[in-house]
């Protein structure tokens, strides 16, 4: 049940034949990333929401260097030699952390020279997005505009993807942009299910996969090769491959797994405990509401798909994808929602938490933290990011209204490490241009 | 004129009877015999309505010439004393590939080959290689031992043989199942003609969709009466005038469920022709409508095995229709035949013919009277091949085809013993067998070792030996002849097995043997008691097998009974009227007869009403999808640059569980539309979601709009380096493709005014009526309205230019990613913008597409729908709508009109829908929020006063959902532990199509997941 990528990219993808030459360079450029704070700025009167279910009316948030030095009612900010912005009915909100896509690595789907997030062969653990990462890509200025201030490029390919890193939408290069380097290895665990398609009547069935075992034999050698080699201080010959995946048995990287079936689930989970891996994270999970309670008992947080997503089968609740991440909050699990592996679309996650809240139990203080906290602590960054408290940094959105709600979502102000962001982006520029023809206000 | 012509056939059928092949010389000497037998003291069942008990059949040279109580048996006859057996007719199979070449699939390339746009055929034939009436079964029958055995096995006689291959398979034969050769087995050489919507191993690639062989077929049938009206003088076209031949004769249209069974059936009304169609078995799904058809049915008797659903988790995978029509299936030939429709039996479907019986017996158990069973596969398949006087039945003068059986021909004990053909005895199990049951002392070398039982049927006797009145052992044992060989290993543990070979000796058995250490030995066996029979127990009445309820649609959310309009007062709500009004606070709407009969605030409850409370709740108009591609079968007949002949109509799918979703995210109408695959596309449907109506209940005929499509879809960008053939590949050669076809339409169009406008017509030629450039006939004439995927200004230009110098109009662009670029241009031409709220980035031409496109054009005063064009984001259009607001401040009410009262003004239809007004169609939601809120959630959907979702109804309709599955998963369990077969759990996907996918390229791309 792996989620279907979405099908006009992929019908595109499929027959592509012509290699465009694509120079960015020719087209407008992106703005300049935002400079370093210099002076301490408070932001009053706004709604802050603080990412972990505590809401401030009429509260103030100070920053300077890029750390916030305090979050508290209004009156409570000092003024002195601080830059102070009047946010008055404004909302605040931390920054969108957008995990699971291919921002960065993937610019126009169709065109094969701008995709650069599958790379051939099965077992790439040593491939990383982190060179890769464009940070003048055009979709990435989009980006911001509905509050997404940081996003983590995924490899998709073969079986062991490679690792990801996270990243600022904003940043002069990869190097400036990213906040986690390699935070985590990528594998596609086999899916118990497989598609068949019937030329005959053109229908899909799905039946039992019969080739998985041979893939899981295959992940088993090569954990097992992998964990000897980590255990080596000096290994000779040196094995860049096994190499990388020493951080996960060391735990100081996740181990994603993409898995949807419940049995998928439940079945790499243990692989990977039989491995003394610690940080295991689940992405895809589209069953995991079958097996919350062993998802809570080991412990295994899970990264939704777009809930935004028709339900697998037919007789299914047709709102379970909606109500997943709700589900699985209420049931104790750490979860965090993505648009597993888009990109443009990645702007609309803060509907896909929007929704959750309208079609669950969870309120939308509690569906914000799916988009902030949570992934913030899935990723091992939540020292830095994913609510708004003292000491943490100044990554912040400021919005005319519910920054879950398209009536609320209007974002006036980003401020990425305190560093105030330019908001243009192309579309925008072609907005601006065709009001001017039209003479539209 | 054809009732002479099979008189006359007949006639030299039953010479060349009497004097097989008299033509033919003869390999030594003449051996002519004259076949006369006479089978006396059997139960001869004549027809279902019609036994002879005790009665005599006399046949001679293959002809049935006496049956009666009394026949006087003349000299010379043999007799056969049938001693209360009984006697039926051979059976009958209409859809058989008996004797035919095989249809070989050539690989095909998955859709990715080079394409084939002409025919490979060879010969002055007609230009698509699926059209092939000039196919005849009876040049190309040849016997076929295998099969013919087969078929003998299991009671049958006759079939009609044809071709299967091609959407116009050409004309079928009537052969019997005798192993002599093609000239004593051919009854009638050209008894039928053969459709189906399948272009079998036509490699061309016109059709490439369900409604693409709809338009070929209809287009043949008026190309061929063009043919014989004149135009035969202008091209000789050999498929034509073979068309021309065979069209009168009983059409059989081979289908494969209910919905391209009523497909088929709707063809035949334009024609005048009723289509005898076989069906797919799931007619009991829609049953009114199969009935109303008037379609006499061939229905299969492949009837599901059951799943594998140990597994809970496995078992998830399996749908409840699926699980329901496991059930179902049996009962399907039970519940057409009470409903009166008439079908005939067809064994071609079963993968192992031995099947045959049980299955038969299965659609009893479900129901199915025996006389019926016996008519479909007798009489009714002689009537419909109209050789009632040759089949079918025993009657003097008839063919000598019948069976001999030991029961009752549907009994479970029943052996058919012989199945004679045209006077020629098969044997099937020995008449004469003896019967060796009963209980035997059992001596090896004269000492008691034992006892032998023997039990069960006569013909398939049980055997068991027990030796020391201790060892019970099953013994392996064949018999013929009344000799006999017997093998069992004596102890269990220990490996040693003896060996016996032996005959009937008196009342026991006797013969000589070999012990497991080599030793020789003598045996018998001598009767102590003889078999004692137990009663049988299908005296009483066999319960008839129940069934669950049909669901409408066939869908595990499907309704058990269909909602009804009804009158509702909605009270104290938010009301978007979309009307000078605006949004109404606190107001009131009543809704009668489908219709809103009064809008306003303090209204009073008309009696009977059922009111809603709308505190704190919006009541909005349904949403509209202008652009959708859900519940149907197929999207695109993307295989010539045009295919304006095509209608989506014919390929609607009421069950599509999309439906429902749609209607759970607040719409109750879409736009069906044809793919972007070409530049022409095809008509399409506008279609109310009524879940669990009809085809015709849905459709929405007034609404006359056509799909055409620019930019890289229609010159195939992205298909790969195969498809670099048709024309055209450049944005250029789109702009010669409209010049052209609407040049030609221009001229259709005063062709057939002129003809239809001159007096006396006699002398002039009738045009050839073109299905494609009728429909380009229309858009000129104002009748029918463009809908034109486009993405990229240069096109969008190009077309409105087109337009202009052609003098048509351009109802709409759909997805329109550019239009802000070109809004003046548009709301100049008076063209209104279909488009997204938010994509880009996925292709070339939607790299300028921006999210403040609607509102560009808004603002410039265009009228701005937003779609889905994907029945995943159909289902919350609401949301996409909230953009329009975000990116480029479209007022709310104004952002609301773009999924409701645009979309209908854009198709026409906003005289009914699109707003909340007196005497409008009562398609209504009521959101329990604010509509263009994340949060907002259809508390119900109604179309024309009927509601077809409610919230809490649809948690109860989950609940019942698992009840049902649980109930058939204990039922399907239970069949396992009886031995029942079991299917490996597949799972039908349900399918999302978008107008870019091509069948076959998009699904290879599942495939690969």
Known sequence: MKTKKYNKLNTCLLGLAAVFCLNTAGFAQNPAPAKPQTRPIILTGATIHLGNGQ???????????????????????????????????????????????????????SVRATLDYSEVGEINPHVRALVAYNTDSEVIPTLRNTGILLSQAVPQGGIISGSSSVFYTDGWNWEDAVLKKDDGIWINWPSYLSTSFNYEDFSVSLKKNEKRQETIDLFRSTFSDAKGYAGISKPSPMNIRLEAMKDIFAGKANLYIRADYAKDIIESVKFAQEFGIKKIVIVGGDQSNKITAFLKENNIPVVLNQSHRLPNATDEDVY????????????????????????????NLAFLAGTSSGFSDIKPEEALQLITKNAAEIMGIDQYVGTLEKGKQASLIVTGGDLLDMRGNSVSMVFIKGGKVNLDDKQKRLYDKYKEKYGQK | MMKKLSTLVFGLTLTSLCHAQETFPRNGTYDERTGRYAFTNANIVVDSKTTIPNGTLLIENGVIREVSKQVKIPAGVVVIDLKGKYIYPSLIDLDSDYGMPEVKNEARGRGRQTPQLESNKKGAFGWNQAVQPENDASQVFSPDAKKGGDLRKIGFGTVLTYSHDGIVRGSGAVVTLTDESANKALLNGKASAHFSFSKGTSGQNYPSSGMGAVA??????????????GGKTKETNLSLEAFNQI????????????????????????????????????????????????????????????????????????????????????????????????????????????????????????????????????????????????????????????????????????????????????????????????????????????????????????????????????????????????????????????????????????????????????????????????????????????????????????????????????????????????????????????????????????????????????????????????????????????????????????????????????????????????????????????????????????????????????????????????????????????????TRAKEYAKGWKEYNGAGKKTALEVPRRDLELEALAEILDNQRFITCHSY??????????????????????????????????????????????????????????????????????????????????????????????????????????????????????????????????????????????????PEFTMIEGTVYFDRKEDVAKQTKVAAERERLIQKMLSDKADGKPTQKAPMTMPRMWHCEDIIGIHAEHEEGK
């Open chain 1, 55 to 109: 809401v401030i009316e009429n509260g103030a948030i100070s920053f300077d260097k890029g750390i916030i030095t305090q979050v508290g009612p209004a009156a409570s900010g000092s003024t002195n030699n601080v830059e102070v912005i009047d946010v008055k009915g404004k909302h605040i909100f931390p920054g969108i952390i957008s995990m699971n896509t291919t921002v960065g690595i993937q610019e126009i789907a």
């Open chain 1, 320 to 347: 379970l994808p909606y109500e997943l991440p709700g589900i699985l909050t209420k049931a104790g699990v750490k979860v965090a929602i993505s648009y597993s592996d888009e990109w443009w679309r990645t702007r």
């Open chain 2, 216 to 229: 070929l077929l209809r287009q043949n049938y008026y190309d061929a009466d063009w043919y014989a009206k």
């Open chain 2, 247 to 742: 069209k009168t004769l009983p059409s059989f249209f081979e289908t494969n469920d209910k919905y391209s069974l009523l497909r088929a059936d709707k063809i035949g009304d334009e024609f005048g022709t009723q289509y005898i169609i076989k069906g797919g078995g799931d007619e009991y799904q829609r049953l009114e409508e199969v009935k109303a058809s008037k379609a006499t049915l061939i229905l299969p008797l492949d009837f599901p095995a059951a799943y594998d659903v140990t597994d809970p988790w496995d078992a998830d995978a399996i749908s409840v229709a699926q699980l329901k029509h496991w059930e179902m299936a049996p009962a399907n030939p039970s519940v057409l035949a009470k409903s009166g429709v008439s079908f005939a039996f067809t064994a071609a479907d079963l993968k192992n013919k031995s099947d045959f019986w049980s299955k038969i017996r299965s659609a009893i158990e479900y129901g199915l009277p025996k006389e019926k069973a016996l008519e479909a596969l007798t009489t009714t398949p002689a009537r419909l091949i109209k050789a009632e006087g040759q089949v079918g039945s025993l009657k003097a003068g008839m063919l000598a085809n019948f069976l001999i059986t030991s029961d009752d021909l549907f009994s479970k004990d029943n052996v058919i013993y012989e199945n004679w053909i045209q006077g020629k005895k098969f044997i099937l199990a020995p008449i004469d067998a003896p019967d060796l049951r009963g209980t035997y002392s059992f001596s090896i070398n004269k000492a008691a070792t034992g006892k032998i039982e023997i039990s069960g049927s006569v013909e398939k006797p049980d055997y068991k030996i027990t030796i020391k009145d201790t060892v019970k052992v099953t013994p392996k044992v064949t018999l013929a002849n009344d000799l006999l060989t017997l093998t069992y290993q004596p102890e269990k543990k220990t490996p040693g097995t003896v060996r016996l070979t032996g005959w009937i000796a008196g009342k026991g058995l006797a013969g000589e043997g070999v012990m497991p250490d080599g030793s020789p030995l003598t045996w018998n066996a001598i009767l102590t008691e003889p078999y004692k029979s137990v009663a049988k127990k299908d005296t009483a009445v066999a319960k008839i097998k129940e069934t669950g309820p049909v669901l409408y649609p066939f869908v595990g959310f499907g309704n058990e009974q269909l909602p009804k309009s009804e009158t509702v007062f909605v009270k104290n709500a938010t009301v978007w009227t979309n009307e000078k009004d605006g949004i109404l606070q606190n107001a009131d709407v009543i809704i009668q007869n489908g219709k809103i009969s009064k809008v306003g605030k303090g209204l009073s409850a008309p009696s009977g009403a059922r009111t809603v409370d709308g505190t704190g709740k919006h009541l909005t108009n349904g949403i509209i999808d202008e652009h959708s591609h859900i519940a149907l079968f197929a999207i695109n007949e993307g295989s010539q640059t045009s295919s304006a002949e095509v209608r989506m109509s014919d390929v609607i799918n009421p069950d599509d569980v999309n439906i429902y979703r749609q209607l759970a995210g607040g719409v109750t109408t879409s736009h069906l539309l044809h793919g972007s695959a070409n530049a022409i596309g095809g008509q399409s449907a506008l279609v109310k979601l009524k879940w669990g109506a009809t085809q015709t209940e849905m459709l929405i005929p007034e609404a006359k709009t056509i799909k055409f499509a620019l930019g890289e879809n229609v010159k195939q960008s992205n298909w790969g380096d195969v498809a670099r053939v048709r024309f055209p590949q450049t944005r250029m050669g789109v702009e010669q493709v409209y010049y052209d076809h609407f």
């Open chain 2, 792 to 937: 990229v200004q240069s096109e969008i230009n190009m077309l409105m230019h087109v337009a202009d110098s052609l003098n048509f109009h351009i109802n709409t662009f759909t997805h329109i990613l550019e239009g802000y670029k070109m809004a003046d241009k548009m709301k100049a031409r008076n063209i209104g913008g279909s488009t997204f709220a938010d994509w880009w980035a996925y292709k070339m031409e939607v790299k300028e597409a921006i999210p403040y496109n609607a509102a560009l054009m808004y603002h410039e005063g265009v009228t701005v729908a937003i779609n889905s064009d994907d029945a995943e984001m159909a289902r919350r259009l609401n949301q996409e709508a909230a953009k329009t607001v975000v990116f480029g401040g479209v007022p709310e009410e104004e952002a609301w009109k773009m999924v409701t009262l645009n979309p209908a003004k854009l198709l026409h239809v906003d005289n009914r829908m699109g707003s909340i007004k007196v005497g409008k169609d009562a398609d209504l939601v009521l959101w329990s929020t604010h509509p263009l809120s994340i949060y907002a959630r």
